[in-house]
């Protein structure tokens, strides 16, 4: 019986880790609410860890939010992403934690990575501007992990999702992501009967999107890898992994594929004076591939699942 911690327990991809991993009979789950256990604080985290024996950690804890959030409050952002993964690691390797992964974000590659994004294109290139303070902190989450390996011989590893959706979404009518506004979207539309639905842009970007238990199933995944099946596919100061479909579709396929999945039958309209953003986002997951693990949801089948999850627990976000 090993003793996991997983921080950051309520998060979306935090809640999929839980529900994998309480169905394994070899594992005991340690979990705290923030109200139990500050993670920006130092010496909290770090009496937690000295009182409890913990095996492994999946370190999912992190403040995340939209562009309008990492605009407004960048200090936030850079601040409290470092100090909750700094504390955890180093108290983790004070109390001789040999496992760890760290979850971080593909808004770590350049701006201007070339499509996809592959592991190497990391610190190649200027970052986006609206995400850069969380995107800094994730990388230094990267670097903790692989300084630790290579000064201690700690075995902390990293992966890095593509944009991420399923159960626990923020469905938040204004500030919420691009899949749960749409699924919310338009199956309030399809409930009143709207004769068309608007959306921005032209369509034509082209996004990748993984169902967070998906995301869930790889971290497990790569966290239990044999030590030298890592390695193998890794490298000491290149050590994270990209996780996602490796498929990705247009915006236009997205939101009809949304309007389906909610029955929604109306018309929908583009907008085309509305930005369309970068024209591609596509993450490399060949060293994944390599390692053994292929995502189950294709986008329709999770777009149903998700959908399913937010009609379940739609009171909760009304308002």
């Known amino acids: 019986m090993k003793t996991v911690f997983v921080a950051g327990h309520r998060g979306m991809v935090g809640a999929a880790l839980v529900r994998q ?21 130092q010496s909290d985290v770090s009496a937690f860890f ?12 992190a403040k995340v939010g939209g562009i309008h959030a990492n605009n407004t409050y960048p200090a936030e952002f850079i601040y409290e992403n470092l100090m909750i993964e700094a504390n955890i ?56 992990c692989e300084s630790y390996n290579r000064q201690y011989g700690r075995d902390y590893r990293s992966v890095m999702p593509t944009n991420l959706y399923g159960p626990n979404d923020n469905f938040h009518p204004e500030n919420s992501h691009v899949i749960p506004a749409l699924l919310r979207r338009f199956h309030e539309a399809a409930q009143r009967g709207d004769k068309e639905v608007v959306a921005w842009g032209s369509g034509k970007p ?17 966290m239990e890898l044999g030590t030298q099946t890592y390695e193998a596919n ?4 290149l050590s994270h ?13 997205l939101v009809e594929t949304v309007a389906k999945v909610t029955g929604y039958t109306g018309t929908i309209v583009w907008d085309t004076s509305k930005p369309d953003g970068a024209p591609r986002k596509l993450m490399d997951v060949s060293r994944l591939h390599a390692l053994g693990w292929k995502h189950t949801y294709n986008l329709e089948s999770g777009l149903k699942h998700a959908f399913d999850w937010f009609i379940d627990n739609q009171d909760s976000f009304r308002g």
């Open 206 to 222: 082209m996004r990748e999107f993984l169902h967070v238990d998906d995301m869930a199933a790889a971290s497990i995944h790569v």
């Open 89 to 144: 690691i180093n108290s983790a390797h004070a109390q001789g934690v040999q496992k760890l992964l760290f979850l971080g974000s593909s808004c770590i590659y350049p701006k201007l990575a070339q499509q996809p994004m592959t592991e190497n294109a990391l610190l190649t290139g200027t970052l986006e501007e609206t995400n850069e303070p969380y995107a800094i902190a994730k990388i230094a989450g990267i670097k903790l």
């Open 50 to 61: 000295a009182e409890n024996k913990i095996d492994e950690v999946y370190l999912a804890a």
């Open 21 to 41: 991993l309480e169905k394994r009979s070899d594992v005991q789950l340690i979990t705290r609410a923030r109200s139990e256990l500050d993670l920006v604080n």
């Open 234 to 237: 890794t490298q000491p100061r």
């Open 241 to 253: 992994i990209n996780v996602g479909t490796g498929v990705d579709c247009t915006i236009k396929e």
